[in-house]
Structure formats: structure tokens, C-alpha cells
């Protein structure tokens, strides 16, 4: 007599995948050295298909980073489970992340002049991640967030590992908000405002050091470039969500290893310097399933989106 395979049964013959949590970004040297390699490719995108910025772009990179981790594991099972799959979705996610994550500095640093004194930021800086810091270790010990993540922030040294450390802590807020909210002294606000100022600080640092990155734009326009890469990543960053939920569709833990790019954004309505970014809503939608019986790589395929919270920009 033969035994119906239920998916019950399928979701226990599968070995279970690890979360994906923020990693913390790199710093904006080898982040540079990223964005040289995916320029080629950026270039080449149609700029009547560039897709529209509603979401935090350092929060989305951090999320992207963290996520490539467990998606490049499972690269060995896309590999010979779905053929046709184009695998550089895969190996390039980290680069694309980086690249999306220095157009937008230099994006930052073209369109937002501070006057806020050096020093100021600092005290700032160095106080708002101390006390987030605090807020996150107490949410590991509670397994609420990933410990891990939290080590590696708490190890940052010198004044740009602060900067870097400051957008770290608000993706791993606000990719865990829905578990957290109520569970925490951390607000919204001081979440939003350590992204802000983590930029405002890594630009203030270049700004001041002859070794520093050039945020220039090097000639191009650093809104159409931070489109153009945001564009490629989002699309990237798809596929592998259609290709990990193919894979993992008896167990049903796809947006664990590839979470949506966007938790909760600003409140505060959009403003010309936000250069078409608007986000005065909460949205984490999942997309809809992937047939298992339509494996992703194939043609014909419709454009899914990790949030459905973007449009396509005609």
C-alpha cells in the first residue's frame, strides 16, 4: 500500500534554516569598491524601468546583507533543483547590497548639507548607541532578536564603527518590531533617527578626512544612479525570494531566510530632498506563493515584489 506524502510529513524530512538578521554594513571604502563592480551592470538598466524608493535604503541594504548569508547557503540545492535559475542573483546580492548602500550615501551627501557641529554628532551618536545597544542585548537575551548581531555591533570601535553601528541597530529594530513593540524602551523615533544620523555621521567623517571615501558623483546623477542600483537589487533580491520559496514551500519558512527589504518606515510625509522616497504607512506584505510546480528562472515569469510596497516607475 502506498503512503501519501502530506506536507506535514515533507516539512519534517527538511532540516530547518536559521533566520536571516541584518548584518551591519561595511564601511564606505569597501562599499565604494562594490558599487565599481556592479556600475557596468547599473548603466545598463532602462531608466524607464527604475523602480520607486519608499523604504529606508540602509535598513533594506542591512536586511539584503544579512539575508545573502543563509541565501548563498542553500546555493548548492538552487543549483540542482532549479537548473535555469541564473545563479548570479546569488553571487552578486552582497555587492548589489553594498553598491545600493553607497549610491545612497553619495546621494546623501549631494543633496543634504549639515551644520550641525562634528562634535555634536558624535555626542549624539556615541549616546543613542549606547543606549540602543542596551535595549538589544536585553531583546537577545530574550531571544527576540539575534545574538549574534548584537555581538558584532557591540565589538564597534572609533567614531565610523559608531555610524555604522547606529544604522545596524535600526535594522535590527526594525526588522524585529513586530516581535518587539511593547517589549522595549527603544521608540520608533529613536530608531528612525539613529538610520538618520548614522548616514549624517559616515558623510561628516569623509567629509573631514583626507583618506576618507569621495562621495562625489564622479559626473553621474546620484538620484538616477541610486534608482538604477536600488532597481537591480529589488529585482535580485526577488528572484532569490521565488527561488528560496520554491525550495522551501513544504516548510514554509521562505521569509525567514529572505525577509521583506522594508519592517515600518518615517512617519513623516516626503519632502523634495527625500528625491521620490515616501512612507507614511506601515507595510509588510508578503507576496503571493510561488507555484511549486512553476520553478523560478523560467520565462514568462510576472515581476514579484519581497513587499509590495513599490511600483514600477513608467
Known sequence: MSTVKTKKSEKVAQKAVVPSAPARPLAPKTSAEAFERILPLVEKVDPGNVRTINLDVPMAASIVLGASERISELLPEVERQLPTFD??????????????????????????????????????????????????????????VDEQRVAEIREGRGHLDTANDLVALSSLFGEA???????????????????????????SIGRRSDTGPDFSPGGLDPADVRLRAYTLLRAAYDECLRAVTYLRWSFEDAQLVVPPMRRFVRRRPPTEED???????????????????????????????TDGDDEDVA
Do not use: C
Open 87 to 144: 545563479k548570479a542573483n546569488i553571487l552578486m546580492l552582497n555587492d548589489l547590497a553594498l553598491g545600493t548602500w553607497y549610491a545612497h550615501l553619495v546621494w546623501v551627501a549631494q543633496n543634504r548639507r549639515d551644520t550641525t557641529a562634528f562634535d555634536t554628532l558624535i555626542e549624539e551618536a556615541t549616546e543613542l548607541r549606547r543606549a540602543l545597544l542596551a535595549d538589544a542585548e536585553a531583546l537577545a537575551y530574550r531571544g527576540l
Open 275 to 305: 528625491g521620490g522616497e515616501d512612507g507614511d504607512e506601515d507595510s509588510d506584505d508578503p507576496v503571493d506563493p510561488v507555484d511549486p510546480d512553476e520553478p523560478a528562472g523560467e520565462d514568462g515569469d510576472e515581476d514579484d515584489s
Open 177 to 203: 518590531w513586530v516581535r518587539v513593540e511593547g517589549r522595549t524602551a527603544a521608540t520608533r523615533t529613536e530608531i528612525e533617527r539613529a538610520a538618520e544620523l548614522g548616514v549624517q555621521l559616515i558623510i
